[in-house]
Protein backbone atom coordinates (compact mmCIF):
# COMPACT_ATOMS: atom_id res chain seq x y z
CA UNK A 1 0.00 0.00 0.00
CA UNK A 2 0.93 3.80 -0.07
CA UNK A 3 3.11 5.25 2.68
CA UNK A 4 1.19 7.44 4.68
CA UNK A 5 3.18 10.87 4.67
CA UNK A 6 5.42 10.44 1.27
CA UNK A 7 7.12 13.77 0.76
CA UNK A 8 8.42 14.65 -3.03
CA UNK A 9 11.82 16.43 -2.38
CA UNK A 10 10.95 20.19 -2.94
CA UNK A 11 12.82 23.29 -4.62
CA UNK A 12 11.20 26.50 -3.26
CA UNK A 13 12.87 29.44 -5.22
CA UNK A 14 11.88 32.92 -5.85
CA UNK A 15 10.08 34.37 -9.05
CA UNK A 16 12.96 35.81 -11.40
CA UNK A 17 15.61 33.20 -10.15
CA UNK A 18 17.17 30.66 -12.07
CA UNK A 19 16.32 26.93 -10.81
CA UNK A 20 18.37 23.90 -11.10
CA UNK A 21 16.11 20.52 -10.90
CA UNK A 22 18.46 17.27 -10.37
CA UNK A 23 18.08 13.49 -11.03
CA UNK A 24 20.38 10.63 -11.24
CA UNK A 25 19.90 7.85 -13.38
CA UNK A 26 20.87 3.97 -12.90
CA UNK A 27 20.97 3.20 -16.99
CA UNK A 28 23.74 3.63 -19.33
CA UNK A 29 22.36 1.84 -21.79
CA UNK A 30 19.46 4.51 -22.65
CA UNK A 31 19.02 6.40 -26.19
CA UNK A 32 17.53 9.94 -24.77
CA UNK A 33 16.98 11.29 -21.25
CA UNK A 34 13.35 13.61 -20.98
CA UNK A 35 12.50 15.87 -18.60
CA UNK A 36 8.80 16.33 -17.78
CA UNK A 37 6.55 18.97 -15.98
CA UNK A 38 3.36 17.58 -14.04
CA UNK A 39 0.87 20.33 -12.80
CA UNK A 40 -1.60 19.37 -10.30
CA UNK A 41 -4.67 17.36 -11.73
CA UNK A 42 -2.50 17.09 -15.42
CA UNK A 43 -0.86 14.54 -17.07
CA UNK A 44 3.14 14.87 -17.59
CA UNK A 45 3.90 17.21 -20.06
CA UNK A 46 7.21 17.11 -22.05
CA UNK A 47 9.90 19.78 -21.46
CA UNK A 48 13.01 19.05 -23.05
CA UNK A 49 15.44 16.03 -24.22
CA UNK A 50 19.02 15.13 -24.73
CA UNK A 51 20.38 12.06 -26.76
CA UNK A 52 22.53 9.99 -24.81
CA UNK A 53 25.90 11.19 -26.69
CA UNK A 54 25.38 15.04 -26.16
CA UNK A 55 26.31 16.49 -22.71
CA UNK A 56 23.75 20.06 -23.64
CA UNK A 57 21.02 21.29 -24.72
CA UNK A 58 18.89 24.26 -24.63
CA UNK A 59 15.61 25.35 -24.89
CA UNK A 60 13.73 28.36 -24.45
CA UNK A 61 14.39 29.42 -21.00
CA UNK A 62 15.53 25.72 -20.19
CA UNK A 63 18.33 24.30 -20.25
CA UNK A 64 19.49 20.20 -20.00
CA UNK A 65 22.93 18.99 -18.98
CA UNK A 66 23.82 15.32 -18.98
CA UNK A 67 26.87 13.92 -17.01
CA UNK A 68 27.22 10.51 -18.22
CA UNK A 69 30.81 10.15 -16.05
CA UNK A 70 28.35 10.54 -13.04
CA UNK A 71 24.86 9.32 -14.05
CA UNK A 72 23.41 12.77 -13.73
CA UNK A 73 20.94 15.12 -15.41
CA UNK A 74 20.09 18.63 -14.58
CA UNK A 75 17.41 20.95 -15.98
CA UNK A 76 18.10 24.48 -15.79
CA UNK A 77 15.17 26.92 -15.68
CA UNK A 78 15.57 30.30 -16.38
CA UNK A 79 14.07 33.33 -14.73
CA UNK A 80 11.27 31.26 -12.75
CA UNK A 81 7.97 32.23 -13.03
CA UNK A 82 4.86 31.35 -10.94
CA UNK A 83 3.51 28.97 -13.91
CA UNK A 84 6.50 26.92 -13.57
CA UNK A 85 5.32 25.54 -10.53
CA UNK A 86 4.67 21.70 -10.36
CA UNK A 87 6.32 18.57 -10.11
CA UNK A 88 9.28 17.70 -12.45
CA UNK A 89 10.56 14.29 -13.56
CA UNK A 90 13.41 13.14 -15.41
CA UNK A 91 12.68 9.65 -17.88
CA UNK A 92 14.94 7.97 -19.78
CA UNK A 93 14.02 6.20 -23.17
CA UNK A 94 15.48 2.65 -24.30
CA UNK A 95 14.76 1.53 -27.45
CA UNK A 96 13.53 4.63 -28.41
CA UNK A 97 9.62 4.05 -27.31
CA UNK A 98 10.05 2.59 -23.77
CA UNK A 99 9.67 5.76 -21.25
CA UNK A 100 10.73 5.13 -17.86
CA UNK A 101 10.21 7.71 -14.89
CA UNK A 102 12.11 8.59 -12.69
CA UNK A 103 11.51 9.95 -9.17
CA UNK A 104 10.36 13.57 -9.00
CA UNK A 105 11.02 17.44 -7.64
CA UNK A 106 8.39 19.28 -6.74
CA UNK A 107 9.36 23.28 -7.38
CA UNK A 108 7.31 25.87 -5.95
CA UNK A 109 8.06 29.43 -7.05
CA UNK A 110 7.40 31.91 -4.46
CA UNK A 111 6.01 35.23 -5.61
CA UNK B 1 -5.25 18.81 -32.19
CA UNK B 2 -2.39 17.63 -29.55
CA UNK B 3 -4.85 15.79 -27.04
CA UNK B 4 -4.98 12.71 -25.79
CA UNK B 5 -8.60 12.31 -24.29
CA UNK B 6 -9.16 9.88 -21.39
CA UNK B 7 -12.38 8.93 -20.16
CA UNK B 8 -13.86 8.37 -17.29
CA UNK B 9 -12.26 11.11 -15.62
CA UNK B 10 -12.99 9.54 -12.03
CA UNK B 11 -13.76 5.91 -11.57
CA UNK B 12 -14.91 4.30 -8.68
CA UNK B 13 -15.11 0.23 -8.46
CA UNK B 14 -16.12 -2.76 -6.43
CA UNK B 15 -13.44 -5.53 -6.66
CA UNK B 16 -15.61 -7.89 -8.50
CA UNK B 17 -17.19 -5.18 -11.14
CA UNK B 18 -15.46 -5.39 -14.58
CA UNK B 19 -15.07 -1.74 -16.24
CA UNK B 20 -12.68 -0.26 -18.99
CA UNK B 21 -10.92 2.99 -19.37
CA UNK B 22 -10.28 4.54 -22.99
CA UNK B 23 -7.88 6.90 -24.42
CA UNK B 24 -8.17 8.65 -27.95
CA UNK B 25 -5.50 10.47 -29.91
CA UNK B 26 -6.13 12.30 -33.44
CA UNK B 27 -2.34 13.01 -33.71
CA UNK B 28 -1.60 9.86 -36.12
CA UNK B 29 0.54 8.50 -33.26
CA UNK B 30 0.98 4.79 -33.61
CA UNK B 31 2.21 4.50 -30.48
CA UNK B 32 0.11 4.13 -27.13
CA UNK B 33 0.70 4.11 -23.41
CA UNK B 34 -0.53 2.95 -20.47
CA UNK B 35 0.98 4.19 -17.16
CA UNK B 36 -0.47 3.60 -13.66
CA UNK B 37 0.56 6.48 -11.25
CA UNK B 38 0.57 6.45 -6.97
CA UNK B 39 -0.17 9.84 -5.34
CA UNK B 40 3.63 11.17 -5.14
CA UNK B 41 5.16 9.12 -7.15
CA UNK B 42 6.34 9.08 -10.75
CA UNK B 43 4.25 6.96 -13.49
CA UNK B 44 4.87 3.41 -13.92
CA UNK B 45 4.92 1.88 -17.32
CA UNK B 46 2.39 -0.92 -17.71
CA UNK B 47 1.96 -1.18 -21.24
CA UNK B 48 3.20 0.01 -25.10
CA UNK B 49 1.15 -0.35 -28.45
CA UNK B 50 3.32 -0.17 -31.56
CA UNK B 51 1.20 -0.13 -34.70
CA UNK B 52 -1.84 -1.52 -32.68
CA UNK B 53 0.37 -4.38 -31.70
CA UNK B 54 1.41 -4.72 -28.04
CA UNK B 55 4.88 -4.69 -27.72
CA UNK B 56 5.53 -4.60 -24.44
CA UNK B 57 3.86 -5.68 -21.39
CA UNK B 58 5.98 -4.92 -18.03
CA UNK B 59 4.68 -8.14 -16.50
CA UNK B 60 1.18 -6.13 -15.32
CA UNK B 61 -0.96 -8.63 -13.41
CA UNK B 62 -3.75 -10.01 -15.95
CA UNK B 63 -6.02 -8.12 -13.88
CA UNK B 64 -5.31 -5.20 -16.57
CA UNK B 65 -6.54 -6.28 -20.12
CA UNK B 66 -5.37 -3.89 -22.61
CA UNK B 67 -6.69 -3.45 -26.56
CA UNK B 68 -6.37 -1.44 -29.12
CA UNK B 69 -8.94 -1.34 -31.37
CA UNK B 70 -7.40 1.35 -34.41
CA UNK B 71 -4.92 3.42 -34.26
CA UNK B 72 -6.55 6.44 -32.94
CA UNK B 73 -8.03 4.11 -29.60
CA UNK B 74 -6.63 2.68 -26.70
CA UNK B 75 -8.51 0.50 -23.97
CA UNK B 76 -7.52 -0.58 -20.70
CA UNK B 77 -10.41 -3.82 -19.61
CA UNK B 78 -10.30 -3.91 -16.09
CA UNK B 79 -11.21 -7.27 -13.71
CA UNK B 80 -10.99 -8.27 -10.17
CA UNK B 81 -9.01 -5.45 -9.24
CA UNK B 82 -7.93 -5.04 -5.65
CA UNK B 83 -7.92 -1.81 -3.74
CA UNK B 84 -4.15 -1.18 -4.07
CA UNK B 85 -4.81 -1.33 -7.72
CA UNK B 86 -6.29 2.36 -7.03
CA UNK B 87 -4.07 4.96 -8.14
CA UNK B 88 -4.19 7.37 -11.47
CA UNK B 89 -3.80 5.71 -14.95
CA UNK B 90 -2.14 7.14 -17.79
CA UNK B 91 -2.67 6.84 -21.58
CA UNK B 92 0.17 8.39 -23.84
CA UNK B 93 0.95 8.15 -27.08
CA UNK B 94 3.74 9.17 -29.31
CA UNK B 95 5.20 8.83 -32.83
CA UNK B 96 7.47 5.88 -33.56
CA UNK B 97 10.30 6.89 -34.93
CA UNK B 98 13.54 6.50 -33.75
CA UNK B 99 14.95 10.11 -32.09
CA UNK B 100 11.28 10.99 -31.34
CA UNK B 101 10.71 10.99 -27.25
CA UNK B 102 7.69 13.44 -27.12
CA UNK B 103 4.88 11.52 -25.15
CA UNK B 104 1.69 13.55 -25.14
CA UNK B 105 -0.07 12.77 -21.99
CA UNK B 106 -4.24 12.59 -21.41
CA UNK B 107 -4.99 14.06 -18.39
CA UNK B 108 -5.67 10.71 -16.43
CA UNK B 109 -8.44 8.49 -15.04
CA UNK B 110 -8.70 8.77 -10.95
CA UNK B 111 -9.23 4.96 -10.57
CA UNK B 112 -10.67 3.96 -6.90
CA UNK B 113 -11.44 0.10 -6.24
CA UNK B 114 -13.28 -0.65 -2.90
Known amino acids: GESVGLHLPTLSVQEGDNSIINCAYS??????FIWYKQESGKGPQFIID?????DKRQGQRVTVLLNKTVKHLSLQIAATQPGDSAVYFC??????????FGSGTKLNVKP | DTEVTQTPKHLVMGMTNKKSLKCEQH?????MYWYKQKAKKPPELMFV???????INESVPSRFSPECPNSSLLNLHLHALQPEDSALYLC?????????????FGQGTRLTVV
Open chain 1, 27 to 32: NSASDY
Open chain 2, 49 to 55: YSYEKLS
Open chain 1, 50 to 54: IRSNM
Open chain 1, 91 to 100: AEAKNFNKFY
Open chain 2, 27 to 31: MGHRA
Open chain 2, 92 to 104: ASSQVDRGNTEAF
